[in-house]
């Protein structure tokens, strides 16, 4: 027996199905959802080829080559982005700076632990003496300023303050088990110092590197002014030397404030530029940008391959994770400096 189909109702059969479709899936519409989007990457298929890979990286870090350090804000915990995880950096850069050192969560010491097992990256902390010291001065003015009201209060001592602070910071270290830590330091001028300015940055100095010399860290980073540093003998401890060179609008700027901070005893043979990713704030056009409207941390990187009276060891990236938001990609500069002073063997 002979069946008639009518095309006419298949088309409308199938016209009524496609419009249905659409009105139900109006409900998804209406209550957006945030999707996870995966990367893919060798991780997710073959484990022993991302085995293979983990292990060329290892290599890579273990071998000589013109390092990225990165300083990574990790002050909020809520994670909701994928670059508040540690785990989202760059596989190539060699050395983490925590922001935030004390307090991490269980997330954090996980991803720590696969940055330094899996990828051979070092991890690390800054305790910055500018910053504690404008926390201490603070903490002074404002009991003086009680204490001038007549209320009943004592005013600390700033050394007093001052060891106890350093004390809990130099604990970090083996609290969690730290590769190494970095000593920030500005501090002032030597130029034309008092008597009484000599005194206090001699008792400071001496605060910070007797404490620097019981921490048996195996790396060991000055970020700030070396200049500033009384008896410039002690740099020599460090295996790099951080310059503050972030603020240069140009690469011959960077040279300008490389030759002010490496006058006669600065180690000249271990020395890191830095630079900025541009800022998140719209109305911020400066931060992280040349004079000419160029990214600062690709000039630098350009720079870094330049011939000069020092040896020039790599670049720090200051607030590492505001480069991961970029509309092109994940960490753009950061990933174009790595490859500018490292460049990947053509195939």
Same mark, same amino acid.
């Given at each position: 027996?002979?069946?008639? +189909? @009518? ?5 409308? *059969?199938?016209?009524?199905? =496609? ?5 139900? #899936? ?7 959802? #945030? ?5 893919? *990457? ?11 890979? &983990? ?30 995880? &540690? *785990? ?26 696969? &940055?330094?097992?899996?990828? %051979? ?24 300023? $009680? ?17 106890? !602070? ?22 002032? #001028? ?8 000599? !005194?206090? &940055?001699?008792?400071?100095? @001496? ?16 970020? %700030?002014?070396?200049?500033? +540093?009384?008896?410039? *003998? ?13 603020? $240069? ?5 960077? @040279?300008?404030?490389?030759?002010? #901070?490496?006058?006669? %005893? ?5 020395? +890191? ?20 409207? =160029?990214? =600062? ?10 011939? %000069?009276?020092?040896?020039? !060891? ?8 505001? @480069? ?24």
């Amino acid at each position: 027996m002979k069946i008639k +189909i @009518d095309l006419r109702i298949i088309v409308l *059969s199938v016209f009524f199905i =496609s419009i249905a479709g659409v009105f139900s #899936s109006c409900d998804d519409w209406t209550l957006p959802e #945030s999707l996870e989007i995966e990367k893919p *990457s060798v991780e997710t298929g073959n484990d022993a080829l991302y085995q293979q890979y &983990l292990k060329n990286l290892r290599d890579y870090k273990a071998s000589y080559h013109q390092l990225l350090i990165g300083w990574f804000d990790n002050s909020n915990k809520t994670y909701v982005s994928r670059g508040m995880h &540690l *785990s989202s950096l760059p596989d190539k850069v060699d050395i983490v700076s925590l922001m935030e050192p004390d307090n991490l969560t269980n997330a954090e010491l996980d991803e720590i632990a696969s &940055l330094k097992n899996d990828k %051979g990256t070092r991890v690390i902390y800054t305790i910055d003496y500018d910053a504690i010291a404008r926390s201490i001065d603070t903490e002074i003015t404002a009991a003086e300023d $009680a204490l001038n009201e007549g209320e009943s209060v004592v005013v600390p001592d700033f050394f007093d303050r001052l060891e106890q !602070e350093l004390d809990i910071r130099f604990a970090l270290f083996a609290k969690y088990g730290y590769d190494g830590l970095c000593l920030g330091y500005m501090g002032f #001028s030597l130029q034309f110092p008092t008597v009484a300015d000599t !005194e206090r &940055l001699t008792r400071v100095q @001496d605060m910070l590197f007797q404490r620097l010399n019981n921490v048996n860290a195996k790396l060991l980073l000055f970020a %700030g002014l070396p200049e500033n +540093i009384i008896d410039r *003998s002690r740099l020599e401890q460090f295996n790099y030397i951080v310059l503050q060179t972030q603020s $240069a609008l140009d690469m011959s700027q960077i @040279d300008v404030i490389a030759a002010a #901070s490496l006058q006669t %005893g600065v180690p000249a043979d271990r020395i +890191i530029v830095s630079a900025y990713p541009p800022s998140l704030d719209p109305t911020d056009t400066k931060t992280g940008v040349f004079a000419d409207g =160029s990214n =600062s941390i690709v000039g630098t990187a350009k720079w870094l391959k330049t011939p %000069g009276a020092f040896t020039k !060891e790599g670049l720090a990236v200051y607030r590492i994770n505001d @480069d991961y938001y970029n509309s092109a990609s994940d960490y753009k500069y950061t990933r174009e400096a790595i490859e500018i002073m490292n460049p990947s063997p053509k195939k």
